[in-house]
């Protein structure tokens, strides 16, 4: 049995993802895009694609140019916005780094991606070094702020901001390559394309949500899960900016500091993973805080229980959402956005989103199942990546010839289409 979703097909717009994030942004260019919580510095929708369009000059007159890799290396920041689009908009391949990396993890991923230029903080930099030496050609290190032995990405703003003519080809180019350890195996880059991207996100947009479920751009969006990691990168950093929401950026969790940055900054919507939330529900240094202005949850990354669910529903007062999806989907394929008719479906991970397939297969025989057996996922959609890089192997035991990502997850679906 074949699942498709309950909401109706959309088309998907054909343009490079940058462009499709901030087409509106020239709307409100006084609005606040970006603020880092701890400092509440802040950068305005028109400060945003300002700095873009400077850093993109910037790096192009280095020689960086369509088709090359720029490794960022950072905690979330504001500029990791600024970085990953400068390179987006020359048509280069952003490969997003854990920033918990030694140095030889990350020299894996300099020498697999083929990067040839790293953004990094002062407190990263000898770690960056060390890998770069080990990984070799890396032609320059940059780095927020200033340190010796790398160039303050700050000159790149210093640009007179004229872009080469760069033709992307959405559906071919890629934008993003995250390193993920798929179903098996030591990490693989994850090839994700422009249309990958902004297929993912005009999926999400485009479902029913239910009362005060929908993101809009009046949100203060929490930046907490890491911007390295696909759920971060497109769920916070791509949509809630898609939106014309505001995203307050957090470097690292600490209880008290993320308490604080919620109370301070009355952040309304919150995408964060279940143990943070068992924190919400249970801590009880909670109850020293305000935390009024926040009305939603999603939680992703690992299943939400339903008893967790209604905790933090009970304690907080707050809307409780839940998705699911991989690196190699970009990453959605399910949300609960909308609950039957007189129901709730605590612990849930919802519908397949608009434009995508769902079947759960007998492990064994790969025969499809029915309702209420369990078996693995499979998804099928625009938002399914290329492949593996370098790894033709890898991305035929992933990727089938029909089109179908094997997740390796177990699920099953009930009556009504909502998986657990």
Not at 88 to 107: D, F, K, Q, R, S
Not at 345 to 360: A, D, L, R, Y
Request: aromatic share 8%.
């Amino acid at each position: 049995m074949i699942y498709t979703s309950p909401f109706p097909a959309i088309e998907i717009p054909v343009q490079p993802l940058t462009n499709f994030l901030f087409d509106h942004a020239k709307e409100y260019p006084q609005k606040p895009a970006l603020i880092d919580g701890p400092t509440g510095r802040t950068i305005t929708f028109g400060q945003l694609a300002g700095a873009i369009r400077l850093a993109a000059s910037g790096l192009a007159k280095r020689g960086f140019k369509k088709g090359d890799v720029f490794a960022i290396y950072l905690p979330n920041l504001p500029e990791y916005a600024v970085a990953f689009h400068a390179v987006a908009t020359l048509g280069g391949i952003n490969t997003t780094v854990n920033p918990l990396y030694t140095a030889h993890e990350l020299a894996h991923q300099l020498t697999d991606s083929g990067a040839s230029f790293v953004l990094t903080i002062p407190m990263f930099l000898d770690v960056a070094k060390a890998a770069a030496a080990e990984a070799g050609g890396i032609k320059e290190i940059f780095v927020l702020g200033e340190a010796e032995g790398a160039t303050p990405f700050a000159d790149l703003l210093k640009s007179d901001g004229q872009l080469p003519s760069v033709e992307i080809d959405p559906y071919e180019d890629l934008v993003v390559l995250p390193y993920s350890s798929g179903t098996t195996g030591l990490p693989k880059g994850v090839m994700l394309t422009h249309h990958n991207l902004v297929s993912n996100i005009s999926q999400c947009e485009n479902m029913q949500f239910g009362p005060g479920l929908e993101l809009v751009s009046d949100d203060v969006v929490l930046g907490l899960l890491p911007f390295f990691h696909i759920y971060g990168m497109v769920v916070i950093m791509s949509w809630a900016l898609r939106r014309g929401a505001t995203v307050v950026t957090m470097p690292k969790f600490e209880m008290e500091m993320f308490l604080t940055t919620l109370q301070n900054h009355k952040i309304t919507y919150s995408y964060l993973v279940p143990p943070i939330i068992l924190g919400l529900a249970k801590h009880p240094v909670v109850d020293k805080f305000d935390l009024s202005a926040l009305r939603v949850i999603v939680s992703g990354a690992a299943p939400l229980g339903a008893d967790l669910e209604d905790a933090v529903r009970g304690r907080l007062g707050v809307r409780v959402a839940q998705g699911y999806g991989m690196t190699e989907a970009s990453p959605v394929t399910h949300f609960i956005s909308i609950e039957p008719e007189g129901k709730r479906k605590p612990g849930s991970i919802g519908v397949v989103i608009p434009n995508t397939e769902c079947k759960v297969v007998d492990v064994a025989t790969r025969a499809e199942l029915d309702v209420k057996e369990d078996g693995e996922l499979w998804v099928r959609g625009p938002q399914v990546m290329k492949g593996y890089l370098n790894n033709p192997q890898a991305t035929a035991n992933t990727v089938d010839t029909d089109g179908w990502l094997h997740t390796g997850d177990i699920g099953f679906a009930d009556e009504d289409g909502y998986f657990w």
